[in-house]
């Protein structure tokens, strides 16, 4: 089972950026496929980004495309989320999550990061 720990969250003005870091342990890092997700007060956990196992492939959410850049380091065992230009929608609590497959479920989360966005 993969240990995730998500650090980088905070407290930013619109149009700012941050970067959001999720440290892996447990298994071979790169045996998985990573995610990023994120839940605003009073609604349901969303998809962000995902990247593929050696960062080949990454898919976004509409909401995000052209802002965000999802990477990861396998030698670090750490995935990344860059935000640029962020807006107060994106104000959320950023989770980052793992599975074995493209299409396998999720089953592995951190605790959470949040990120505030304000106008």
């Known amino acids: 089972q993969v240990q995730l720990v998500e650090s980088g969250g905070g407290f930013v003005q619109a149009g700012d950026s941050l970067r959001l870091s999720c440290a892996a342990s447990?298994?071979?890092?790169?045996?998985?496929?990573m995610g990023w997700f994120r839940q605003a007060p009073g609604k349901e956990r969303e998809f962000v980004s995902d990247?593929?196992?050696?960062?080949?492939?990454?898919n976004y959410a509409n909401s995000v495309k052209g802002r965000f850049t999802i990477s990861r380091d396998n030698a670090k065992n750490t995935v990344y989320l860059q935000m640029n230009i962020l807006k107060p929608e994106d104000t959320a609590v950023y989770y980052c999550?793992?599975?074995?497959?493209?299409?396998?479920?999720?089953?592995?989360w951190g605790q959470g990061t949040q990120v505030t966005v304000s106008s």
């Open positions: 990247i593929s196992r050696y960062g080949a492939s990454t």
């Open positions: 999550a793992a599975r074995m497959n493209r299409n396998s479920d999720w089953y592995a």
């Open positions: 447990g298994r071979t890092f790169s045996s998985y496929y």
